[in-house]
């Protein structure tokens, strides 16, 4: 296993997952993918952002996309083993890159995507609310103010919430998205992961694994839940099933130990910084198993 350069952790962390809006269209965690679906599955494709390629997961297996062969991609396929799969999933991918090219090996997503395909996965906005940038200036901050809520202040001091602004001007990409998918694979399932915990869910934090500060900590695990909201508001709006990754997610945030955790802290070798390792990844996969079941 290697470390992922400082730059690409900068690049590749985003965030995000969910509240009551997930009852909207749902999917609990199941057994896993060794319990099988019961759904014929033709050809499946997968679009998203580093959590689904899973950014630093050994191994990776396409190094500018840091897409993983233990992503959660290739734990559905392996269970459903559709006649045909295409993993086009790229870490750094924002809304913007399912019909524009993000780097020389990685033509818009939606290429991959044809009237006979039948299921479809889709992860993605938290590149879209700049949730790398966010993470960098909230650990930043917290160190010279572990106590107080630096991050929450930086990004709130004109009296209005900047990054539910943001969450809230990113609901229309995250609509664009789903119809895009609809009107390239009209007759597919199509499900819309959120993002599991990357903090701990009763609002605490662990300055001395994550330098984010006391009170930074709430808010942001509530912009976290504000992000997924979103997207499952989006999904059920649109015929398309939310996939919620967070609910069970809670208790296996950044701040566990190794061995309990499904999101790796900053400094790690398991994942790209506060994104899923391979324990993170099977959860997604199972949580998209459940709701194609």
């Given amino acids: 296993m290697r470390s992922v350069p400082p730059g690409r952790r900068a690049r590749t962390v985003l965030a995000a997952t969910t509240t009551a ?167 597919a399932t199509i499900l819309v992961t959120g993002y599991p915990a990357i903090l701990p869910d009763d609002g605490t934090n662990c300055p001395t694994v994550v330098s984010i500060a006391k009170g930074d900590a709430p808010w942001l695990r509530d912009t976290h839940k504000r992000l997924n909201a979103m997207i499952a508001t989006q999904a059920a709006q649109r015929g398309a099933v939310y996939v919620d990754t967070y609910t069970k997610s809670i208790g296996h945030d950044a701040c566990k130990p190794a061995g309990t955790r499904w999101m790796e802290p900053l400094f790690t070798n398991a994942a790209a910084p506060f994104h899923p390792n391979a324990a993170g990844e099977r959860a997604m996969a199972d949580a998209v198993l459940a709701a194609l079941r």
């Fill in 21 to 187: 809006a997930a009852a909207l269209a749902t999917a609990a965690l199941g057994a896993g993918p060794a319990a099988g679906a019961e759904t014929s599955v033709d050809r499946y494709v997968a679009l998203g952002d580093s959590f689904a390629s899973a950014a630093g997961v050994p191994d990776q297996v396409d190094s500018a996309c840091m897409r993983s062969d233990r992503n959660y991609p290739a734990l559905v396929r392996a269970s459903l083993t559709p006649t045909a799969h295409r993993d086009v999933s790229c870490g750094g991918a924002t809304t913007v890159h399912m019909t524009t090219a993000q780097n020389a090996s990685a033509p818009p997503q939606f290429e991959a995507l044809s009237a006979d395909t039948d299921v479809v996965t889709l992860t993605i906005g938290g590149n879209d609310i700049g949730f790398a940038d966010i993470i960098v200036r909230c650990v930043s901050l917290g160190l010279f103010n572990p106590f107080g809520s630096p991050c929450k202040s930086s990004y709130t001091w004109t009296g209005t919430d900047q990054l539910a602004a943001t969450i809230n001007a990113t609901a229309p990409k995250i609509a664009g998205a789903i119809d895009g998918v609809r009107q390239r694979a009209p007759h």
